[in-house]
């Protein structure tokens, strides 16, 4: 599936896949069979071209925002690799192929934080802690809670978006303020992405698209490029779910 959004950067998605599999090149032979999953992932395709934009908007350089957009697609990676691991008799029949895999994911979620300092944006490092828990805490709230799909998308995929947008705008220089409603901002976009392409639950992504509208909207003024990157996308979300929420 393509994405109409995304066509205008279909070569910056190309440099970001490009550096993903050279960023884990040594280990490729054991990792290809989860990287071709990813690519048949709609989240996880769509999670890279969202990154791309909300940089490109802020002005960043080009070669920093394919490093950090292959950065978050790493770590998605990592999340993807742990997730394949079972507990139960399953885990305990097959014990070294599940450390394996379990050891992979570690190395991978690893080699995020190396980029981070590779990249010059050790700053960032506590954010990406967080995030890492916020997402593993979901994680438990979906497998072993059985949580509402909201609920699990809010603490598993949005954390993910929300981290992004808030990542560039600290690089960027935006105010305090500016900051948290351009991170809000990445939080809505993501859920009402996710909840209408990936699950196709498009009732749901009304309050998502609403807010992200308004957002966009409030924050024009404050950084030239918002409507031009990203006005097409709530335009092209709110033709999904029907029209005006």
Known sequence: MEFIFSRDIQAELLDVDKLFNKSLSSWWDEI?????????????????????????????????????????????????IHLTVKDGKEGQENNQQLQFTILIGDY????????????????????FAAMICEINEGFIVQYKLNGALQEVLARTRAPLYKNAF?????????????????????????????????????????????NAKEQLQGMNQYIDALNPEFAGLIEEIGREIGGEI
């Open 108 to 127: 991978i979620f690893g080699k995020v934080f190396s980029l981070l300092l590779e990249t010059r944006a050790e700053k960032l490092l506590p954010g």
């Open 166 to 210: 808030a990542s560039a705008a600290d690089l960027s220089g935006l105010s305090p303020d500016i900051t948290s409603i351009y991170e809000d901002f990445g939080y809505n976009l993501g859920m009402a992405l996710e909840l209408i392409y990936v699950y196709e639950q498009k009732q749901l992504a009304g309050g998502y698209y609403s």
């Open 32 to 80: 290809d069979v989860f990287a071709q999953e990813l690519d048949r992932d709609l989240s996880r395709r769509l999670l890279p071209a969202i990154i791309i934009k909300a940089y490109r908007c802020l002005g960043m350089d080009k070669e920093f925002y394919i490093k950090m957009t292959s950065l978050y697609k790493i770590m998605d990676f990592a999340n993807k």
